[in-house]
């Protein structure tokens, strides 16, 4: 069987023209993305965003603007659906009280699942270092954006 898997992330950017990237493994996997993700059944996409940032970064967001959703096929990397990805610019309400770390995958202790977060500067991004074709297009979005204002 096939569905949809709505995503939804966010791209909080500082004074200094940097993203926020999340590095994450799960079970041995290993990927950069921008904070975020599913989407619950009966949330709408906002509300989503909102929740996601608390659990994954404990911090309460604004949500700026809409920035990019999926206009290509694009199958998960996790099982059989295909994903649809909604970002947004945002905001942080106060200060992220987050480690920083400088090197991809810098994680702190052992487990299934890790996260670290980076602060990246847009001109600074890889795409290679980012792992999934929705947030590589958004990548370059970012950087044509950023660059086109230099």
């Known amino acids: 069987m096939s569905y949809f898997n709505v995503r939804v992330y966010g791209l909080l950017i500082n004074h200094n023209n940097e993203v926020l990237v999340s590095d994450e ?10 904070p975020g993700g599913g989407l619950e059944l009966g949330e709408g996409l906002i509300d989503g965003l909102k929740r996601e ?5 404990e911090a309460e967001i604004d ?6 959703t999926t206009d290509f096929y694009e199958k998960s990397s996790f099982n059989d659906s295909q994903v649809i990805s909604v970002y947004y610019l945002v905001t942080e309400k106060a ?9 991809i995958y810098d994680f702190d202790g052992e487990g299934e699942i890790l996260q670290a ?4 500067k847009i001109e600074d991004l890889n795409i290679e270092e980012i792992t999934f074709k929705t947030d590589k ?3 370059q979005l970012l950087k044509n954006q950023y660059l086109g204002k230099l």
């Open 25 to 34: 493994e799960e079970y041995g996997f290993r990927f950069s993305k921008f």
């Open 95 to 103: 200060p992220l009280q987050l480690t920083f770390k400088d090197k």
């Open 117 to 120: 977060f980076r602060w990246v």
């Open 63 to 68: 949500v700026l603007s809409h920035f990019y």
């Open 53 to 57: 940032f608390v659990e994954e970064c």
């Open 137 to 139: 297009t958004v990548v």
